[in-house]
T-cell receptor, first 113, second 114 residues
Framework: DAGVTQSPTHLIKTRGQHVTLRCSPISGHKSVSWYQQVLGQGPQFIFQYYEKEERGRGNFPDRFSARQFPNYSSELNVNALLLGDSALYLC????????????FGSGTQLSVL | AQSVTQPDIHITVSEGASLELRCNYSYGATPYLFWYVQSPGQGLQLLLKYFSGDTLVQGIKGFEAEFKRSQSSFNLRKPSVHWSDAAEYFCAVGETGGYNKLIFGAGTRLAVHP
């Protein structure tokens, strides 16, 4: 079975632009979570979606948004990019909503110039 | 607020030596604890998890961790390190509240000398 897949793997944007990152969960997994990992730090929780509804949100500005589609894939959108948004964005999927083992993708490396 | 502290930013060990990576957490209730490993350019792979029960948890790749409530610690151990263990290791606590949120420490980068 395929693992969690994310696209693109690398992305370069300029300040003020917007970006869309995509994630396909493991087949059968209904929950997708997004994390931001800044260089030298641990991942920080951005969102969790389960059954197409937002179930949790981390301490991120409204420029960050996400959605989950009927096939359980997900998109993370970031508007008005700032230099500080440069990071590795990780997607994780799980079968259920809470206290579940998370399976992580390899991430999308976003560079904002 | 919940938090995770990994006191060691960088650790170097010789191949075949034993390893212990430290993790301290701050959490009001019984925590759900995890150790993940991240190789360069890769996502995170779960090594082991503690939810309840036996405080000594066995994981993949020969790793184990011990939950000590009195010390608020969940240290990761391996009796004999292999060169392929060189990576970054993250300790995390699962926050309850109806959703699957992990709070990660800043990580410990492990280097292995031949």
């Amino acid at each position: 079975d395929a693992g969690v897949t994310q696209s693109p793997t690398h992305l370069i944007k300029t300040r003020g632009q917007h970006v869309t990152l995509r994630c396909s969960p493991i087949s059968g997994h209904k929950s997708v979570s997004w994390y931001q990992q800044v260089l030298g730090q641990g991942p920080q929780f951005i969102f969790q979606y389960y059954e197409k509804e937002e179930r949790g949100r981390g301490n991120f500005p409204d420029r960050f948004s996400a959605r989950q589609f009927p096939n359980y894939s997900s998109e993370l959108n970031v508007n008005a990019l700032l230099l500080g948004d440069s990071a590795l964005y990780l997607c994780a999927s799980s079968v259920g909503q809470i206290n579940e083992k998370l399976f992580f993708g390899s991430g999308t490396q976003l560079s904002v110039l | 607020a919940q938090s995770v502290t990994q006191p060691d930013i960088h650790i170097t060990v010789s191949e075949g030596a034993s390893l212990e990576l430290r993790c301290n957490y701050s959490y009001g209730a019984t925590p759900y604890l995890f150790w993940y490993v991240q190789s360069p350019g890769q996502g995170l792979q779960l090594l082991l998890k503690y939810f309840s029960g036996d405080t000594l948890v066995q994981g993949i790749k020969g790793f184990e961790a011990e939950f000590k409530r009195s010390q608020s610690s969940f240290n990761l151990r391996k009796p004999s390190v292999h060169w392929s263990d060189a990576a970054e290791y993250f300790c995390a606590v699962g926050e309850t509240g109806g959703y699957n949120k992990l709070i990660f420490g800043a990580g410990t980068r492990l280097a292995v000398h031949p």
